[in-house]
């Protein structure tokens, strides 16, 4: 088992999943009233390289993109395009190219990705390693960490942001639904220990 492994399994329970706690799994999130990712928004100042990366390098279509006039929430003539790429449950990848607001450098730099960062879902490890052969050979390097439950690749986008491609195999169900039953505990107990 890896450091990595360790880390992960540690924190959650040992405890036998009881059939039930599947089921209980599924209907709450049947229950849940926040159905999903709708888009996640964020903003570019070079619309085009970000087209190419989502589109022709990750394959997400671009499905709409919006040449706006005005500011939506004072109606100053300002005018800026706002254009999504769809995933495979129609979730959407978004972006800004306001020039007025945003100019010059890209937009966003962070030194870790501890800081914001998004993470999708890829069908296999299989698409995570076909994708890294696509993104280095256009100048994109990654990270790869293998987390014992899950497979993630890190990366930056063209606009600096934080991407994270992850596959999570269907064995790792088991080790989620133990993680339900420690994650109050667990935080509890952080909390009452941070410095
Ligand atoms: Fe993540």
């Known amino acids: 088992m890896s450091h990595q492994e360790k880390n992960v399994l ?7 999943i009881d059939p ?7 209907t709450r999130r049947a229950r849940n009233r926040i159905r999903g990712l709708s ?5 570019t100042t070079d619309a085009e390289k970000t087209r190419h990366f989502y589109e022709d390098i990750l394959e997400l279509p671009m499905t709409i993109a919006l040449r706006i006039p ?9 005018p800026y395009c706002h254009f999504f790429f769809e995933m495979g449950d129609g979730s959407s990848i978004a972006f800004f190219d306001y020039p007025d607001i945003f ?27 076909y994708f890294q052969k696509k993104l280095s050979s256009e100048g994109y390097e990654g990270t790869y960490v293998d987390h014992g439950t899950f497979f993630s690749l890190y990366l930056r986008d063209p606009n600096g942001m934080n991407l994270e491609l992850t596959y999570t195999p269907p064995m790792a169900e088991e080790y989620n639904l133990r993680a339900e039953k420690t994650a109050h505990a667990e935080l509890k107990a952080w909390v009452a220990t941070r410095a």
């Open 10 to 16: 540690g924190a959650v329970s040992d405890a036998a």
């Open 39 to 43: 888009h996640h928004a964020y903003y």
């Open 70 to 78: 005005d500011e939506v929430f004072t109606g100053k003539p300002a």
């Open 103 to 129: 100019d010059g450098e890209p937009p966003f730099t962070v030194s870790t990705v501890y800081h914001h960062h998004i993470a999708v879902n890829v069908d296999s490890v299989a698409a995570i390693e």
């Open 20 to 26: 039930k706690d599947k089921e209980r799994a599924i």
